[in-house]
């Protein structure tokens, strides 16, 4: 059975940084292509990065710049770094895979609450 479970989130000013976690079972996760998607209240859910199992990595253009994601595929892990962080970075955070190896998200974590004050 899939699970992800994501860690880091919080309150932070602006201007500050927060790491992201995302413990993935499962999987044969090395070949799965894993993103963080986010909500904001009253919005669509967008996806913030991704990263395929080459390592390449996309960003929605937001966060580029301010935004690292990462993975370790021996611990099975992803992670995003988020730097100078804004009001409207304010959204929960979810951990996405694509469960076919096809590159396309279908499976998401339950999420992870960000909270950036002004």
């Known amino acids: 059975q899939v699970r992800l479970v994501e860690s880091g989130g919080g309150l932070v000013q602006a201007g500050g940084s927060l790491r992201l976690s995302c413990a993935a079972s499962g999987s044969i996760f090395r070949l799965n292509t894993m993103g963080w998607y986010r909500q904001a209240p009253g919005k669509q859910r967008e996806l913030a990065a991704g990263?395929?199992?080459?390592?390449?990595?996309n960003y929605a253009d937001s966060v580029k710049g301010r935004f690292t994601i990462s993975r370790d595929n021996a611990k099975e892990m992803v992670y995003l770094q988020m730097n100078n962080l804004k009001a409207e970075d304010t959204a929960v955070y979810y951990c996405?895979?694509?469960?076919?190896?096809?590159?396309?998200?279908?499976?998401w974590g339950q999420g992870t609450q960000v909270t950036v004050s002004s």
């Open positions: 996405a895979m694509d469960l076919y190896y096809n590159g396309a998200f279908n499976y």
């Open positions: 990263i395929t199992s080459g390592g390449n990595t």
